[in-house]
């Protein structure tokens, strides 16, 4: 489940849907009328008309995220990745729907905690996309201080959690630079991968005109706590402009690519060199975005701001 697969958010016009919903209805009442009385056919023509439009208008996708108001979403699927990792899969309203979430922002989570007399609010990026219609999928790693984790954690199939959104500086855009350095530790990592996800599924060879290098630095503990691993592999092996160096404080025997945590050699050695047409996208536990904030301004990169914002060459989210 950890790749999510794509459907058309849009019916074709010769799908069963509007067959049997739209086509063979009109028919039938065009027909039907011509039986009872001929002079009757042009407003049986103009009532097929009006309730087949109303019915095409109704089957498209809709966008769901509000970002000014919670929206419950109930749980459909729940996929244990490993002891404190899991995959949720969320349904939206209707099967067509999409989540109507700019790539490179992302969602607020609410929810009142046993013992907490206040709404917890937390920002969590979907490894999906708008294009998988009818659901979207949150990968969340469970702390044992971690409210909003802890909670989700509990969840069973058929719960709800209150959602709002889109949220964040981010929007990415195709070539809005020539060059991208992603630097993410642990959960960090989703909303890079919605980006190469993006950028990969805008490449010439699928119709679009991406032309983005992409290089990740992505540091964990131990190989175990390295997420997405095998969706992070198929996407390099694809695409010959990603590449992605893992970085481990805690290596096994004969581990042969980074150790320790992520030094300014590292991203000298892997990622792009400050110049205009370059950003550097960082997400992580808090301790390593400040620490790679130093690093960056100590290798030539423009000093990241508190709160980043769109133009920033160095980005955290």
């Not at 950890?2 to 009442?29: D, E, F, M, W």
């Not at 999928?137 to 469970?142: A, E, Q, R």
């Not at 010959?240 to 980074?258: C, I, K, M, R, S």
Request: hydrophobic share 40%.
């Amino acid at each position: 489940m950890a790749s999510t697969t794509s459907q058309k958010t849009k019916s074709p016009l010769l799908s069963s849907q509007y067959v049997n919903g739209i086509y063979i209805p009109c028919a039938l009442l065009v027909v039907g009328t011509a039986i009872l009385r001929i002079q009757w056919v042009p407003y049986a023509i103009a009532v097929a008309a009006v309730l087949g439009s109303v019915k095409v208008f109704n089957n498209q996708p809709k966008k769901v995220l509000k970002p000014d108001k919670f929206q419950e979403f109930e749980l459909k699927e729940k996929t244990i990745i490993s002891h404190n990792v899991a995959i949720y899969r969320f349904a939206l309203p209707r099967r067509i729907d999409i989540l109507g979430l700019p790539i490179g922002q992302h969602i607020s989570i609410g929810a009142v905690i046993p013992g907490q007399t206040k709404e917890i609010v937390r920002s969590y990026t979907p490894i999906s996309s708008d294009e998988n219609a009818g659901y979207f999928d949150l990968l969340l790693k469970s702390y044992p201080t971690g409210n909003i984790s802890r909670y989700m954690a509990s969840l069973q199939v058929g719960q709800t959690i209150r959602v709002k959104g889109p949220k964040g500086a981010m929007v990415y855009t195709p070539n809005m630079v020539s060059h991208l350095g992603m630097i993410a530790g642990g959960t960090g990592i989703t909303p890079m991968l919605q980006i190469i996800r993006a950028i990969i599924r805008g490449r010439p060879r699928h119709g679009g005109n991406d032309q983005t290098r992409v290089d990740l630095i992505f540091a964990n503990v131990t190989p175990e706590d390295i997420l997405l691993k095998e969706d992070l592999d198929e996407l390099a092996q694809e695409d010959p402009n990603f590449t992605v160096y893992y970085v481990l404080n805690n290596p096994p025997e004969g581990w042969t690519a980074g150790v320790g945590f992520v030094t300014p050699e590292m991203i000298k050695e892997r990622l792009p060199a400050p110049t205009p047409d370059m950003k550097l996208l960082i997400c992580g536990p808090p301790p390593m975005v400040s620490a790679m904030k130093k690093a960056t301004l100590s290798l030539g990169y423009q000093k990241a701001n508190p709160v980043s914002k769109l133009p920033d060459q160095v980005f955290c989210f």
